[in-house]
């Protein structure tokens, strides 16, 4: 009986980590789609291409919704950091050019390969 629960309580923690991991998934492509969104409706033709290319995901299949766009994220991030903190956010920095392209920044996360994009 003990075997069962815990390969019931394996099962449930898998199940769990495969739920998040679909989900960082889609948030990933959908980040990817309103970046593509956001490209296109600035003119950014060669770029939005690109990174249709190296997306590592049908983006053509997808598009924002009607009533989001990576400004309107933007703006309800700094609204709502200002209206929690009482300051506005600090969304960029000045690289330092002895800083080595910003490199610290590129070593902070790892990126969701094309592979988990694909699965979703």
Not at 6 to 35: I, M, Q, Y
Not at 76 to 97: A, H, I, M, S, T
Request: charged content about 30%.
């Amino acid at each position: 009986m003990a075997g069962t629960a815990t390969l019931l309580a394996l099962k449930a923690s898998s199940d769990a980590r495969s739920s998040e991991d679909r989900a960082a998934a889609e948030r990933h492509r959908g980040l990817l789609v309103l970046v593509l969104g956001h490209l296109q409706e600035h003119g950014y033709v060669e770029t939005a291409a690109c990174l249709e290319r190296e997306g590592g995901a049908p983006l053509s299949k997808f598009q924002p919704a009607d009533n989001v766009d990576l400004s309107s994220v933007v703006r309800e991030y700094e609204q709502y950091y200002e209206f929690k903190l009482g300051k506005k956010p600090k969304l960029v920095r000045r690289v330092d050019p002895s800083d080595s392209a910003g490199s610290k920044e590129n070593t902070r996360r790892r990126p969701l390969g094309r592979d988990a994009v694909k699965q979703a």
